[in-house]
């Protein structure tokens, strides 16, 4: 299989790869690892590390379009970012799942762009692969024994029978008035 266009665009900016390859399913192109969302300007064509990042990352593209993405980001305004990069690739049938670092513990959302839904969620002192586990109802121990691409698979499975049920819809500006001071590693405000 050769490398989806999407993954050529992207190229500078998918970061620290842990996993990035295709998977099991023959249509399909997995990553995890970090994703650049700003850049600084390059001087003299050197490489700057981003202004703001996604990290915890976890994505699937099937033929050019982004099917599956799991990411954790600061702050929820940072979706713009993240829309950005992706645009188009973007689909109203694909599974997205933010993990933000300043939205209540008690909160989550779906929220309607563009035709396309979002799943918001806080990040609860775990992964986002421990939360999507737990989200998907999928066991841990059934998948230790596969590889980084099968875990890939089964989480990109596992949520494609995932509906809104559960997350009230709100409007994005109502999700980003409704945000809390954004968090650092130990849990206190930036």
Avoid: C
């Amino acid at each position: 299989m050769s490398t989806p266009t999407l993954f050529s665009t992207l190229e500078g900016t998918l970061l620290s790869p842990t996993f990035s390859g295709p998977t099991g399913r023959t249509d399909r192109y997995g990553f995890r690892g970090e994703l650049g969302l700003k850049f600084p300007p390059s001087l003299a064509g050197e490489k700057r590390p981003p202004e703001i990042k996604a990290d915890q990352v976890i994505l699937a593209v099937e033929g050019e379009k982004l099917s599956f993405l799991a990411a954790h980001v600061d702050s929820l305004a940072h979706l713009d970012e993240l829309r950005v990069t992706f645009g188009s690739a973007l689909v109203p049938g694909g599974k997205y799942f933010i993990f933000a670092g300043n939205v209540d513990i008690s909160k989550k959302y779906l929220l309607d762009i563009d035709g396309v839904s979002f799943h918001v969620l806080p990040l609860d002192e775990a992964t986002v692969y421990n939360e999507l586990l737990d989200l998907l109802y999928l066991e841990k121990g059934d998948l230790k024994k596969k590889s980084a691409e099968g875990k890939i698979d089964a989480i990109v499975n596992a949520a494609a029978n995932v509906s809104g049920g559960g997350f009230p819809r709100v409007d994005y500006g109502q999700a980003l008035a409704e945000m809390g001071p954004v968090k650092v590693a130990d849990n206190r405000p930036v």
